[in-house]
């Protein structure tokens, strides 16, 4: 767990890349790690997120945003994003500065609780002074992962188009 890196994906983890993204799809077919699916190849998916910025399913606009895998001993263990600025009152209620996820096979063993730990140190570095990250109520290791990184529950919403209750939280940093 001391050895864990979170970089930016470059050209020479395609192949790992490939094989984490297959396991996450095989795992969930819904799951879309870092929106890949709609790439054509690997290249594309590099040079898209190499610009920082990516088109959020509500705002429907591109937000900048930086996306990074994380590594142990070479391998991809997870992937997460962070959206540098979020306007409040559109995505606030929805999606939050960040998503992440972990490979199936390495759940549950503090993976995702340093990753955003990680992430949160970037989050900081870009000059964020709190974050705010939801979550469906369904989903307990993620409500886990954020409230073991500080997360305050603010309120609990119901979205109807996803028939989910979204916890949402804040993260002060
Ligand atoms: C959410 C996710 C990133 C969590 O990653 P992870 O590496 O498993 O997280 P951690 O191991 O750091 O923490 C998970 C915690 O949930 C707990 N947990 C998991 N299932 C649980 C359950 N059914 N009941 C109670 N606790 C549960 C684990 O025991 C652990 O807590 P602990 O460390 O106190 O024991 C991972 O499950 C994932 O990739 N899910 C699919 C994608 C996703 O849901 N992304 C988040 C969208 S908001």
Excluded at 87 to 96: A, F, H, T
Excluded at 163 to 169: D, V
Aim: proline share 2%; glycine share 6%; charged share 30%.
């Amino acid at each position: 767990m001391e050895n864990l890196i979170l970089r930016f994906p470059t050209l020479e983890d395609k192949d790992n890349w490939l094989k984490y993204y297959r396991s996450f799809k095989k795992s969930n077919s819904d799951s879309d790690p870092l929106n890949y699916s709609k790439y054509k190849n690997y290249e594309k998916f590099l040079i898209d997120i190499g610009k920082q910025e990516c088109l959020t399913k509500k705002a429907k606009k591109n937000i900048a945003t930086s996306s990074y895998i994380l590594l142990e001993k070479g391998n991809i263990i997870g992937h997460i994003f962070i959206h540098h600025y979020i306007d409040l009152s559109i995505l606030k209620d929805y999606e939050g500065h960040i998503g992440y996820g972990i490979k199936p096979q390495e759940r549950n063993k503090g993976y995702g609780t340093k990753m955003l730990s990680l992430a949160l140190d970037k989050c900081h570095d870009l000059g964020l002074k709190e974050v705010y990250i939801s979550c469906d109520k369904n989903n307990i290791s993620s409500s886990k992962v954020i409230e073991k990184n500080n997360g305050k529950l603010l309120e609990e919403v119901y979205i109807p188009e996803e028939n989910i209750i979204l916890k949402k939280y804040k993260i002060v940093l």
